[in-house]
């Protein structure tokens, strides 16, 4: 039978993630609970921040080192630590638990668009490996966790490995990758709410050795749901640029994307204009077959560049090098997004 001093010894070595110092430490658990004949445990949990992904995590762990003692069923209540407790241990935080979010030598891109189907995840990955071609030192996180694509679009095969706490991200072509479709089976679909999204995309960030990075891609999901408001909420000083077709209703869409980034004040660098002509081998003559002017009226819609137009083409590959969705450096478009990537690092100066 688990008594208060069980629950307390259990509880006590595990750590508060924003202090990294154990419950014990802090004097943390605040309350506790015990039903008897439920074998029921309730605690109250004092952190540094509530409402978080940690919490999360921190819940998570509560409730099976409980279950492994002997609770049949646990409840648990956060609360936050006194500023008191808050100001004596901030200062002792090691410099170690730095993460991406806190360097101020990586330049956050978020590559966004209103709706499906208009090539977001091409142009985040082939302009991800031009500023790699350019010299940069760049990271790509496929944040698109529903509909994860950018390990088969750039040929990837292997998967990530552990290296002591830290997973080590895929390189290819340069880029350093980090997606979801790393961590699932046999390309099965993911059933999760907005805070299991979140907490996996701050996995990205705290729990990847990225080492130095110039340039960090993201490839959002499309339109506004729950992982495109963790990023604009995650990284206040991150850069945007939105994907469209010529069409004007995918114009139109778009703009909603391009609005949310304004209104959390995120700077939209530019509009890219993907699918914007098919130009035929045999007379060169360019059909413009999904319209014209949708990029040119989202970018003056946005008070912004449009950063380059995309024909309607695909990649050379060969079974050696296979790599379905990624230009070569001297295809046409692979110039194309050599010269939109050297306008990217002209606006940010880097």
């Avoid at 407790?85 to 979010?101: G, I, M």
């Avoid at 088969?152 to 706490?165: A, C, H, L, Q, S």
């Avoid at 869409?253 to 209104?263: C, D, E």
């Avoid at 990537?341 to 002209?346: L, N």
Wanted: charged share 25%; aromatic share 6%.
């Amino acid at each position: 039978m688990l008594t208060e001093k069980k629950v307390r010894e259990v509880l006590g070595g595990l750590k508060e993630p924003f202090l990294h110092k154990t419950l014990a430490e802090l004097n943390a658990i605040e309350e506790i609970k015990i039903k008897e004949e439920k074998n029921h445990v309730s605690v109250k949990v004092l952190i540094a921040k509530t409402g978080t992904s940690e919490q999360l995590q921190l819940q998570t762990q509560i409730v099976s080192v409980l279950k492994e003692a002997g609770a049949a069923t646990v409840g648990i209540r956060f609360a936050e630590l006194p500023e008191e407790v808050l100001a004596q241990h901030r200062n002792a935080e090691p410099e170690s638990n730095q993460t991406l979010l806190n360097s101020k030598e990586t330049t956050f891109i978020a590559i966004a668009s209103g709706k499906g189907g208009v090539g977001k995840s091409t142009v985040s990955v082939n302009l991800a490996v031009a500023l790699a071609r350019l010299g940069k030192k760049v990271g790509l996180i496929d944040a698109d966790i529903y509909g994860f694509s950018v390990p088969d679009m750039m040929g990837i095969t292997n998967r990530p490995v552990v290296r002591g706490e830290k997973i080590i991200p895929v390189e290819r072509f340069g880029v350093q990758v980090i997606s979801m479709g790393f961590f699932v089976e046999d390309n099965a679909p993911i059933i999760w709410r907005g805070p299991m999204l979140g907490k996996m995309l701050n996995s990205f960030f705290s729990e990847v050795e990225w080492g130095e990075l110039d340039y960090l891609l993201l490839d959002l999901p499309p339109g506004t749901g729950d992982v495109a408001l963790d990023v604009h909420t995650m990284l206040p000083s991150c850069k945007e640029i939105i994907v469209t077709t010529p069409h004007p209703t995918a114009a139109f869409v778009a703009a909603r994307a391009g609005a949310m980034a304004l209104k959390t004040e995120h700077e939209v660098l530019g509009v890219i204009e993907n699918m914007a002509y098919f130009e035929s081998k045999l007379t060169g003559e360019k059909e413009y077959v999904f319209g014209r002017g949708g990029g040119d009226k989202l970018a003056e819609e946005l008070n912004t560049v449009l950063l380059g137009r995309l024909p309607l083409n695909q990649p050379d590959w060969n079974d050696e090098d296979f790599a379905p969705s990624v230009y070569q450096e001297d295809h046409q478009i692979g110039k194309i997004y050599l010269e939109i990537a050297e306008k990217v690092t002209g606006l940010l100066k880097k």
